[in-house]
């Protein structure tokens, strides 16, 4: 290792830059800082998106098996989290044994034939020429770039090492493939800037292929994307909008926006979502993953198969049940798919969205509903309006106190809302959760709390608004509910904050979304097209990459 250490915008994991240095017996850092041009910026890959990749890249008959760590959200969303995230040393040998266990299956009897280039001359020694052509395969897919010289002899070497002492060929090449999944630049996804100005950045070819690629498909980016990107191709207007009409067309597009929906919608926070088993004893371990597929076939099934304006996802009354959602919803269920289309009726008070077990469970308490959490939910999910944390010394018993004296929610808050600290948040936030106290903590439909009958009457703006139809309407007519879809798909392509990011950075791609109806596809296009999709900043005036003792 000769003391070589490898720092990348403060980011780079020693560990992960270690174990490469150990597998090739050189410092695979330093030898990829030299392809870096100015600014450098990692973002750790999802669990979803290495998946993806996997299968992708080897077949969806190659199985990952491993545990990965935790994401963290910013700004609302995991995807910018992904920037500041690092890997922790347990973590990282989680990786390691994942890789080897990923190329095992690669190389194995069973697969071989279909996933291998050629065979050895002799099972049972080295055979470079062979090594190199699968490495040389399969090297510039999973770190998304060409390989170096260096970096090929280096993973050759080591095959040739392994199986020269393992007197396995294939023990050998296991070895090289694993090299390539413990590296960073696979397990972070690497972003390159070059400068096209005094103080303006773009992202390089390669870099601009990833970015389509994970946002688009939720993978890594196939020989194609990769081939524009050598050609210059992603260079150009044109070359990105060839890329961007092929790979909208593909199955694949339905993945990628699938998974932004998800992060926008916080699906994954009611994975740890808890009721009350005695109180809702229909419940059951089936109903969040049943719920967030019903969220998610519903936003797809309106933006992509029906192409229509995004914004009836919080107005419409079509979804999708399961027998295990329809025992909450009460409706019949004789049906012998899994799941079928489903249409409440006018008067049932469900609009899209806002009324899904999803989002009613999510922003609820275990025992009961919460307006507040609610109204907090919606205003931030929804509409990308913060909400401060409220003062830590607030006494919320009263407010919290079914069984005292004030039998519903609306009265308590109402108490609770006449403390003059409380009062200018929640003139705004109560409002938006009392609409929907017709539903309970778990998404089922109510008349009455605690035998009184349920007001889901407000006024919002000076305007009032009926339940939760009332506060679809509203949703769905306010400017900054499809200007939120924009920010944060912006957001979410960039790994930037939703809270922080400017306007301007996404401004051709929202007006071709208003422009489009509100069509998610007229959004997403131009996002690419204009190239809002590849603007970076500079690393804050610090050096991207740094070699040395």
């Known amino acids: 290792m000769a003391g070589e250490t490898c720092v990348v915008n403060a980011r780079w994991i020693a560990a992960a830059a270690l174990s490469v240095v150990l597998a090739t017996g050189a410092n695979e850092c330093v030898a990829a800082a030299a392809a ?14 290495y998946r993806n990749s996997v299968a992708d890249i080897f077949g969806r008959e190659i199985v990952v098996n491993g545990s ?3 994401p963290l959200r910013v700004g609302g969303l995991l995807a910018a989290g992904a920037k500041v995230l690092s890997i922790t040393p347990p973590g990282y040998s989680s990786y390691l044994e994942t890789a080897v266990n990923t190329a095992d299956q690669v190389v194995s009897e069973r697969h071989r034939a279909k996933l291998l280039s050629c065979t050895p001359k002799n099972e049972s020694a080295p055979d470079d020429a062979c090594a190199e052509k699968i490495l040389a395969h399969y090297g510039p897919l999973l770190l998304r770039r060409p390989l170096t010289a260096f970096e090929l002899k280096q993973r050759v070497t080591l095959t040739n090492k392994i199986a020269t002492s393992s007197r396995n060929f294939y023990a050998g090449l296991r070895y090289g493939l694993a090299s390539f999944m413990q590296s960073p630049d696979f397990l972070f996804r690497r972003e390159v800037a070059v400068k096209t100005g005094d103080t303006e950045y773009t992202l390089d070819a390669y870099s601009r292929a990833a970015r389509l690629s994970f946002l688009l498909w939720n993978s890594t980016p196939d020989a194609e994307l990769l081939r524009a990107a050598a050609a210059g191709e992603l260079n150009m207007q044109e070359g990105v909008r060839v890329q961007t009409d092929r790979m909208m067309a593909s ?10 929906f998800r992060d926008m919608f916080e699906l994954d926070t009611f994975d740890t979502t808890t009721k009350d088993a005695i109180i809702y004893p229909d419940w059951t371990s089936t109903i969040p993953v049943a719920a967030q597929e019903e969220t998610l076939r519903t936003v797809i099934g ?5 192409d229509r304006d995004i914004r009836e996802v919080v107005t419409t009354r079509k979804t999708y049940l399961n027998r295990a959602l329809a025992s909450i919803y009460v409706v019949p269920f004789r049906f012998q798919d899994e799941w079928v289309t489903h249409e409440f009726p006018q008067d049932s008070g469900r609009s899209g969205l806002l009324t899904q077990i999803s989002m009613l469970g999510l922003f609820s308490h275990p025992g009961r509903s919460s307006p507040t959490k609610r109204g907090v939910g919606v205003m931030d999910v ?31 808050l109402n108490a609770h809302a006449n403390n003059p600290v409380c009062v200018s948040c929640h003139k705004m936030i109560d409002p938006i959760g009392l609409t929907l106290e ?50 944060k798909y912006y957001s979410y392509a960039s790994a930037e904050s939703s809270v922080e990011v400017d306007p301007s950075s996404f401004s ?24 809002e999709l590849f603007k970076v900043a500079p690393a804050n005036g610090t050096s991207s990459v740094a070699g040395g003792n």
Do not use: W
Request: aromatic share 10%.
């Open 36 to 49: 870096v041009d100015e600014v450098v910026v990692l973002r750790r890959l999802s669990e979803t998106e």
């Open 438 to 487: 017709n539903f309970d903590s778990i998404g089922a439909f109510r008349q009455r709390e605690n035998g009184t009958l349920i007001d889901a009457s407000v006024t919002i703006r000076n305007q009032k608004y009926e339940g939760a139809t009332g506060l679809g309407k509203y949703i769905h007519d306010n400017p900054k509910f499809p200007a939120c879809i924009a920010r």
């Open 251 to 260: 199955p694949k597009f339905e993945a990628g926006m699938t998974a932004f």
């Open 382 to 412: 929804l509409l990308c309006e913060q909400v401060p944390n409220p003062p830590a010394n607030i006494d919320f018993t009263d407010a919290n106190d079914p069984s005292g004296p004030l039998k519903t929610v609306r009265e308590r």
């Open 68 to 70: 990965f760590e935790a």
């Open 302 to 306: 309106l933006a992509l198969h029906e």
């Open 508 to 531: 051709k791609s929202y007006k071709a979304f208003v422009d489009s109806g509100f069509r998610i596809r007229g959004l997403v296009r131009e996002l690419a097209v204009s190239f």
